[in-house]
């Protein structure tokens, strides 16, 4: 799949940016490249399990102002197998509590010299203000509900391995398109490289707005089952709503959970994916969660192999 | 070639030769209109000093041209009482540049659970009433206020936005918060409000004036009220008249206002009401917030902006030069409707009228550095834009003070 030198040293022509922002403003070919150079770490690691020097030297500070685990470490994790430093910031144990600007936070933390930052905010469009104030790299860990461009990523590398030809393919999204970044990276990224999106979920929480995009929009699941290829089921963000948008957590799996009867019902190589963390028995059963077509678990190594070519990337290109 | 007089802080005559020992502004090439007047703009003062103080508010106002402001209760304590009027009549006239007119609360407090002493209020000077960003969301406050009003035929002011629709949001409800993921000031939240209210200067006959409106909705309901006859007024934002949510594009907190940046579909329909006169006035909605504010992530940061030195040249460049209104349309609009409707003596350059006058040259160009500007505050989305047309000189009651 990669025609990248065994030891990393020369970035792919395609790639210039500094740093990684959301997926909307990447072409399809700087996507591809991203995910070709995932793979070839993946490789190189033994599966994300070996260590590599390519970034020795280099400082990575993650700067976290919303609470992540997941996340968090497989940063950490992709830039210590690349043999880069870590430096870990959260919102509860920093002066973000004291009322300082998380513009001051974060110069601050570059005024330590780090060569890069990872930014999760709850508000989006905090790491393009970073990425205008800072020197440093900076890679989004998620804003708020606009998008996570990692997740994204680690989604579609974990397509590609099962079904290596996207064009083609129809992947839809159910649950909380509304307050999810997960779904916005996974349509732009998705749209850019041939597949068919479909956005699913109850009305208050999905835009018929995105037919203007050319994706679908549907309300049933149902209907949709058996035309999809991959299920990428969305948590419920409880905690961004101000009303709830649907009458009871019951009716809502009544409705949308993936369970054994709508797997009867689906192709028989369908994919089952979910960002997580997973609500078991809302957006899915435990025996899905845990069957066959599952890949959620690959997925989480995926977002290792997907950050360390993130960070090879963008802090190549800052040289 | 025309001259005109201005003698003991009046305008006295027109086409009379000098006698020689006047003081000769020459204004040949340029535009020679009443003094700029607006409706609804925030000098925070006094409580929220960070952001603008009396002084700063009105000498921005003389240098964009305005010669008399009403100045909004948007201050901490808000101005509710007799005392607060005077307090800010006095720092007004200490400040030395436009005239200041204050708009008081409708409600204690700004809570929206009783009515001021509107009565007292007036007798203190207050020529209109409004608890600015909180609008009335009581309906029954809002109608006990118009049919009180009615004895001093005092206008209320009323932005109309139903909180529950709005909460939380930060930019225009549209394709652009959904890619976005920002959260959305839907458009029917103003239009919800604006029906309302509409139904209650007509069942009352009170005089309402519905503040910066934003929506297709909104100009659609207002047109057909007044073929109806019905005594009301409206006002749009100067940014509303030019920008679109699109530019929201850069997440960035200077373009987040209220009302929103909204879509192209709604900048049209304002466009139109402002054709058709469905649109009186346009205000300047200077609404000035601290930079360290502003420098907040956008969810967090105030919404507004200084627009006091930009209004005239934003009507200039976006209204006036492409056709969409005439000279005399457009200073009807900053001047003459904002006068009347709040019952100043401004607006007009008849004879025997205070000599408020402003000079502009309507074709220099300006690029926008709000390093440049006499506002305390300098957040304006309109950094590094290039606008046409700039004031060259204000007379203020006679004299010189720009």
Request: contains cysteine; aromatic residues 4%; neutral net charge.
């Amino acid at each position: 799949m990669s025609t990248l030198a065994a030891d990393f040293a020369h970035l792919p022509a395609v790639w210039k940016r500094r740093h990684l922002l959301d997926l909307e403003s990447l072409s399809a070919d700087e996507i591809t490249c991203i995910l070709d150079a995932a793979a070839a770490f993946k490789a190189a690691t033994n599966d994300c399990r070996t260590k590599l020097s390519v970034l020795s030297g280099k400082t990575l500070a993650n700067l976290f102002f919303e609470n992540s685990t997941r996340t968090r470490n497989s940063f950490s994790l992709a830039a210590k197998r690349l043999g880069a430093d870590t430096v870990e910031f959260s919102s509860s144990g920093s002066s973000v509590a004291k009322g300082e600007t998380f513009i001051d936070t974060a110069k601050n933390i570059e005024a330590m010299n780090v060569d890069a930052v990872v930014i999760r905010h709850r508000t989006p469009g905090t790491p393009h203000l970073l990425a205008k104030n800072l020197r440093c790299t900076v890679i989004s860990a998620s804003d708020g509900p606009h998008e996570h461009p990692t997740q994204g990523l680690l989604d579609i590398m974990t397509i590609r391995e099962r079904r290596p030809n996207l064009a083609g393919l129809t992947v839809a999204l159910v649950g909380d398109i509304a307050h999810s970044r997960t779904a916005r990276s996974n349509i732009w990224g998705l749209t850019k490289l041939g597949a068919k999106v479909i956005l699913c979920g109850p009305a208050t929480l999905v835009s018929r707005r995105w037919e203007e995009f050319g994706i679908e929009v549907a309300y049933n699941l149902d209907d949709i089952l058996p035309r999809c290829d991959v299920l990428n089921l969305l948590r419920i963000q409880f905690e961004r709503q101000h009303t709830r948008p649907f009458p009871s957590v019951r009716e809502y799996a009544l409705l949308y959970a993936m369970n054994r009867e709508r797997m009867a019902r689906a192709k028989d190589n369908i994919l089952i994916m979910a960002p997580g963390p997973i609500n078991r028995g809302v957006e899915i059963t435990p025996d899905v969660a845990d069957g066959p077509h599952s890949v959620i678990l690959e997925q989480v190594t995926n977002g290792i192999a997907v950050r360390m070519a993130v960070l090879w990337l963008t802090l190549n290109a800052n040289d | 070639m025309t001259n005109l007089l201005i003698e003991h802080g009046k305008i006295a005559a027109y086409d009379v030769l000098p006698r020689g020992d006047e003081k000769i502004i020459d204004a040949t090439g340029k535009i020679v209109a009443p003094g700029l007047v607006d409706i609804s703009a925030e000098l925070r003062e006094p409580g929220c000093e960070e952001d603008e103080t009396i002084e700063t508010g009105t000498a921005a106002a003389i240098a964009g041209g305005y010669t008399s402001i009403a100045c909004m209760p948007e201050t901490e304590p808000p101005i509710d009482t007799p005392a607060a009027v005077e307090f800010v009549r006095q720092k007004a006239a200490r400040a030395k540049n436009c005239n200041v007119f204050v708009i008081a609360c409708v409600s204690k407090d700004r809570e929206g659970k009783e009515l001021a002493e509107i009565g007292s209020l007036v007798e203190a000077g207050a020529v209109g009433f409004s608890d600015g960003s909180r609008p009335v969301q009581n309906a029954e406050l809002l109608r006990r206020a118009l049919e009180y009003c009615l004895m001093f035929d005092k206008p209320i002011l009323n932005h109309p936005e139903v909180l529950e629709l709005a909460r939380g949001g930060v930019m225009h409800e549209g394709r652009t918060s959904m890619v976005l993921g920002l959260a959305g000031l839907p458009a029917e939240a103003e239009d919800v409000m604006t029906s309302r209210d509409i139904r209650l200067a007509e069942s009352t006959g009170g005089r309402l004036h519905l503040s910066n409106i934003s929506t297709t909705g909104s100009v659609d309901l207002i047109r057909r009220v007044k073929q109806r006859g019905v005594n009301l007024t409206c006002s749009i934002a100067s940014a509303n008249i030019a920008l679109l949510d699109e530019s929201l594009r850069e997440f960035d907190a200077h373009c987040k206002l209220s009302p929103p940046l909204r879509s192209r579909g709604h900048l049209e329909s304002c466009l139109t009401g402002l054709k058709d006169g469905t649109i009186d006035v346009i205000a300047s909605g200077h609404t000035p917030r601290a930079s360290e504010k502003k420098m907040q992530d956008i969810d967090l940061a105030p919404f507004g902006m200084v627009s006091l030195e930009t209004t005239l040249s934003l009507v200039i460049t976006h209204l006036i030069r492409p056709g969409h209104l005439d000279w005399p349309a457009a200073l009807a609009k900053l001047s003459t409707n904002p006068a009347r409707l709040l019952g100043l003596p401004k607006g007009t350059l008849a004879i025997g009228a205070d000599a408020d006058v402003v000079i502009v040259d309507p074709d220099a160009k300006w690029t926008v550095d709000p390093k440049q500007f006499k506002s305390k505050s300098s957040s304006t989305p309109l950094v590094g834009k290039e606008l046409c047309g700039r004031v060259e000189k204000v007379i203020v009651g006679g004299e010189v003070r720009f």
